[in-house]
């Protein structure tokens, strides 16, 4: 099994390394922090970085120079930091091969995402996401994303519900199938407790894809495409 991916956070301002730590270590990555030029050369020294990203604790040149040492074949890919009015640091650091560089203010869930868009491209990538009308789901982080930013978390019982039926697209699952597939966490549910972990779980998703078929279970119909919206998704193994 692969171990975890690492991001290395360079000179990037306390408050929002903070938060972007936090973003990335529910998604499963380790992260490393270095505030100061020398230390970031010592971090990245030691090798076993997937992705960095400097701060503009740094000036634009000792960033590029980060990137001239450390970037390139083999190396870790590089984000930089900068603010709008540096167009023409931007365009040297992509000319010396960074593979991102992104402006400051920073939207913290971006960046975490464009991390995690490059740590999927070098094969290092650890998200498994679903798309439904409201939200997005990262089944390995048991993180579900709403439009507004806010983000919940699901239990391992929630989780496993909601694979049984990504697995069984627009099939009616009876009552007994989903306490077969996907028990319940408290040994002592009984059949209507069916009914609540649905409840649950669709306000928790901020779904109507799971539908109560009357007399007969559960189903599942993957969103479809609306204006503006991309179509619901699940895992590779089970396209919608």
């Given amino acids: 099994m692969a171990g975890r991916s690492v991001v290395a956070l360079v000179a990037i301002a306390e408050v929002v390394a ?3 730590t936090d973003h990335l270590d529910r998604r499963g ?17 030691a090798k076993g970085i997937d992705v960095v990203v400097v701060g503009d604790g740094l000036t634009p040149s000792q960033g590029r120079d980060l990137l001239r040492a450390f970037g390139g074949e083999g190396g870790p890919d590089f984000i930089l930091i900068c603010r709008p009015t540096e167009l023409v640091d931007k365009v040297l650091a992509l000319e010396l091969g960074a593979a991102d560089v992104v402006e400051s203010p920073l939207n913290v869930r ?12 070098r094969g290092r990538g650890t998200q498994e996401l679903v798309v439904l009308e409201n939200s997005t789901v990262d089944l390995r982080s048991a993180l579900v994303m709403h439009r507004s930013g806010e983000e919940e978390q699901l239990s391992p019982g929630q989780i496993a519900l909601l694979k049984l039926f990504l697995s069984q697209p627009r ?17 002592d549910a009984f ?8 409840v649950r779980l669709r306000r928790k998703l901020d779904t109507e894809s799971i539908t109560t078929i009357r007399g007969s279970g559960y189903r599942f119909d993957p969103p479809t495409k609306a ?8 895992p590779t193994e089970n396209p919608s």
């Fill in 171 to 187: 099939k009616v699952l009876t009552r007994d199938d989903i306490m077969a597939a996907a028990p319940a966490e408290s040994a």
């Fill in 18 to 20: 903070s938060d972007l």
């Fill in 227 to 234: 204006a503006g919206q991309e179509a619901g998704s699940a």
């Fill in 191 to 198: 059949d209507r407790s069916i009914d609540s972990r649905i």
């Fill in 29 to 45: 990555h380790d992260v490393r922090t270095a505030r100061r030029l020398w230390e970031a050369e010592s971090l990245l020294s």
């Fill in 110 to 121: 971006e960046l975490a995402a464009r991390i995690g868009g490059l740590l999927a491209r």
